[in-house]
Every structure is written in structure tokens, then in C-alpha cells.
T-cell receptor
Framework: AQKITQTQPGMFVQEKEAVTLDCTYDTSDPSYGLFWYKQPSSGEMIFLIYQGSYDQQNATEGRYSLNFQKARKSANLVISASQLGDSAMYFCAMRGTNTGANSKLTFGKGITLSVRP | AAGVIQSPRHLIKEKRETATLKCYPIPRHDTVYWYQQGPGQDPQFLISFYEKMQSDKGSIPDRFSAQQFSDYHSELNMSSLELGDSALYFC????????????FGPGTRLTVL
């Protein structure tokens, strides 16, 4: 079974500062993928960044980077230079391989980020 | 670029009624997933289809059924609706493969009164 844990309460960050959103995971799969999604108040799920368990380097996508520490089973999202539009719910998710290639996503409970002007 | 299309975007039903949600995946995507997100909750996997065959099943009530058609669009049929079925229903599609991103549609917001 896969489990994603996001335990931070609502996070606040000042505009233009960096913020780290925590995510820990548990799985028995030897290979897996980790994802971060953003969900603004309008409700859509927006893909931000992906990290494969065997990737040698931490993933980066523009202002988003993933601090992947495999031994600690953590995949924290770092948002640099926060913008007001970053205010949203952020979900960490993973998919494994034990059910085949087309594996479902397991989500954490999410973290609410509020960016202050 | 084409995205996942879901219809309707909003749906209001009475208890015990039925509802049909539709999903049109990104062209050439062979896999469709359905997720249910209750108010203030994380998305929960319901069911998935690969090449028109059910590939995985999650916490989908027996009152719900789904299928993927020859043109790869999918429908989620919900019967005997309950108040607790009120949620945001997402469809996502992918091209299969191990680490391929799932592209989410905008969701259908179902309200059961």
C-alpha cells in the first residue's frame, strides 16, 4: 500500500520569498513516481512537477523544485519567489508499479498555502 | 494544446436520482482515471480504464458504474444518489507508461440535494 503524509498546517509566505511544502511517503514498490499538484480555489488540478524514484537529480520546473531524499522518503516542494497567484491547496501524490503501468495516484491530505503581499 | 474535457461542469440532482458524467481524454491517450474529491478532502481514486478495459478499481460504490467507449471517452454512471455523493469528480488521462503524468480535466461538481 502507498501512503502520502502532508502534516503541515496552513502555510503563509511573504510575496517574493521562498517556501517549502513537506511531503513524506511510504511504499513497498521498488520504483515509483512522486508528483505535486496545485489546486486553486476554482478547483482544477494543475500538475507542477514530477520526480522518479530512480532519478539521480532533483526535479526542477521554473520556480518549482523538488527536494527528493529517498532514504528519508521525503519529497518536499520548494517554491521560489512566491507570487500572489501561488495561493492555493498543494497536493503531493505518488504512483507505484505494483498494479501495472497504468497506476492510480494516491494523494496526501494537501497543504493550504497563502501568499501575503 | 487539447486538454481533458469533462461534462457537465456542474450538476445538481435530488437524492435517489441518477447522474452520468462524461470524460473526453486528450487525443491518443489510452488510459482514463476517475477520482472523487469530497469537500475539504483529497482526491480518492475510483476506477481506471486502459484500452477500453477496466484496469484498476478503488473505492467506487456499487451504485456507480463506468465504462470506456471505442472512441476512448468514458462515462461514470451514478445511481440512487446520496447526499454524500456531493463532490468534485475528476477525470484524468494518460498515455500509459510507468511515469507518465496524468492530465486532469476541470472536474464536474455534483451537488445532491
Amino acid at each position: 500500500a502507498q501512503k502520502i503524509t502532508q502534516t503541515q498546517p496552513g502555510m503563509f509566505v511573504q510575496e517574493k520569498e521562498a517556501v517549502t511544502l513537506d511531503c513524506t511517503y511510504d511504499t513497498s514498490d521498488p520504483s515509483y513516481g512522486l508528483f505535486w499538484y496545485k489546486q486553486p480555489s476554482s478547483g482544477e488540478m494543475i500538475f507542477l512537477i514530477y520526480q522518479g524514484s530512480y532519478d539521480q537529480q532533483n526535479a526542477t520546473e521554473g520556480r518549482y523544485s523538488l527536494n527528493f531524499q529517498k532514504a528519508r522518503k521525503s519529497a518536499n516542494l520548494v517554491i521560489s519567489a512566491s507570487q500572489l497567484g501561488d495561493s492555493a491547496m498543494y497536493f503531493c501524490a505518488m504512483r507505484g508499479t505494483n498494479t501495472g503501468a497504468n497506476s492510480k495516484l494516491t494523494f496526501g491530505k494537501g497543504i493550504t498555502l497563502s501568499v501575503r503581499p | 494544446a487539447a486538454g481533458v474535457i469533462q461534462s457537465p461542469r456542474h450538476l445538481i440532482k435530488e437524492k435517489r436520482e441518477t447522474a452520468t458524467l462524461k470524460c473526453y481524454p486528450i487525443p491518443r491517450h489510452d488510459t482514463v482515471y476517475w477520482y472523487q474529491q469530497g469537500p475539504g478532502q483529497d482526491p480518492q481514486f475510483l476506477i481506471s480504464f486502459y484500452e477500453k478495459m477496466q484496469s484498476d478499481k478503488g473505492s467506487i460504490p456499487d451504485r456507480f458504474s463506468a465504462q470506456q467507449f471505442s472512441d476512448y471517452h468514458s462515462e461514470l454512471n451514478m445511481s440512487s444518489l446520496e447526499l454524500g455523493d456531493s463532490a468534485l469528480y475528476f477525470c484524468a488521462s494518460s498515455l500509459g507508461g510507468l511515469y507518465i503524468e496524468q492530465f486532469f480535466g476541470p472536474g464536474t461538481r455534483l451537488t445532491v440535494l
